[in-house]
């Protein structure tokens, strides 16, 4: 089985799981959704506690036996490991939204309205977290949506991203492309697919070389504060808005939201213009590339 062909059956053989189990340090449930290779008769996988910091991850292992799933952990075989199996199957996954930026547009109003109606000035609140969150969520959405479906469109964004870790040391067989001319497409959308949108340094680097233009701001104050926004985030989502040293982000104001909401703004028009101006260019390379409409050669 070539490279290629064991990464596609490693990918659409996983399935989705979730283990639930009580920390044996702290007592606190644990629940974590994790993908797994479905046809493996056991594995190990890494599930941490995020109310013991202190402690390392535990250690679940993972057994399948033809349809019977089971789960334990390694070093504390006497706690109860409940797993669920998410054998639901969407081979036809939809395509990106083709009106990303509009929809975005319209979902950033209307979120710009919920700042100025639940939001208030006091940054630690959990309202202000929330809307916070819901902002991450907005601009996530479009970057997937738009990004994805350029690729899905233009060989040339294609081409750029099999520099992207996960494809660039993939290599591909002439059998393989045979029987799947779309093999390259598909690999971009499933890599693509698997990337955290709010890893905003990434996706800054990825629209810079595959659309010529990055998306962060040139400011190096709005800069700054797009991208301690990110940790904020993973604060916000994981650990009810306090760092990993006991801090809490006070500073999400409604005047803070407003800001981060217009450098969002900023940023999907970057992409948008950037996207369009590719495009564009496509289109007249196009042009250039017909026959003479008078008949020359």
């Known amino acids: 089985m070539s490279s290629v062909k064991e ?3 490693e990918v659409w053989s996983q399935v989705d799981v979730e283990v639930t189990f009580t920390c044996p340090h702290c007592r606190n449930p644990i629940s974590k959704w994790l993908k797994v290779a ?21 250690t679940v292992i993972i057994r399948h036996d033809e349809n019977v799933w089971s789960a334990e952990l ?10 669920k199996v998410d054998d639901t199957y969407d081979w036809d996954e939809p395509e990106p939204e083709p009106d990303a930026y509009g929809i975005f547009r319209r979902a950033l109003t209307d979120w710009r309205s919920n700042v100025r109606e639940l939001g208030t000035p006091f940054g630690a609140s959990s309202r202000n977290r929330m809307l916070f969150v819901t902002a991450y ?5 479009y970057l997937s949506d738009a990004i994805i479906g350029s690729a899905m469109e233009d060989v040339s964004v294609q081409r750029k991203m099999l520099k992207l870790d996960g494809l660039k040391d993939k290599q591909i067989s002439l059998e393989t492309i045979l029987d799947n001319p779309d093999i390259v497409r598909e690999m971009v959308k499933t890599t693509l697919q698997g990337m955290s949108f709010h890893n905003l340094r990434a996706v800054n680097g990825m629209c810079e070389s595959c659309f010529g233009k990055p998306i962060l ?6 800069r700054a504060l797009v991208m301690k ?3 904020k985030r993973h604060d916000c989502v994981h650990r009810n808005g306090v760092d990993k040293e006991g801090n809490t982000h006070d500073d999400l104001t409604d005047d803070y939201l407003q800001k981060l909401g217009d450098i969002f703004a900023e940023m999907a028009d970057s992409l948008d213009n950037a996207i369009r101006d590719k495009q564009a260019k496509k289109f007249f390379e196009n042009l250039d590339d017909d026959d003479d409409p008078f008949g020359k050669s």
């Not at 594995?43 to 991850?57: I, K, L, M, P, S």
């Not at 390694?74 to 797993?83: F, G, L, M, S, Y």
């Not at 701001?217 to 709005?222: A, G, Q, T, V």
């Open 7 to 9: 990464y596609l059956h």
């Open 229 to 231: 926004s990110v940790d």
């Open 38 to 58: 479905g046809d493996e008769a056991e594995q190990f996988e890494e599930v941490a506690c995020e109310y013991d910091e202190d402690e390392d991850a535990w």
């Open 74 to 83: 390694e070093k504390a075989a006497d706690v109860d490991v409940t797993i």
């Open 217 to 222: 701001p040139r400011d190096k104050d709005d």
């Open 137 to 141: 969520s907005i601009l996530e959405a």
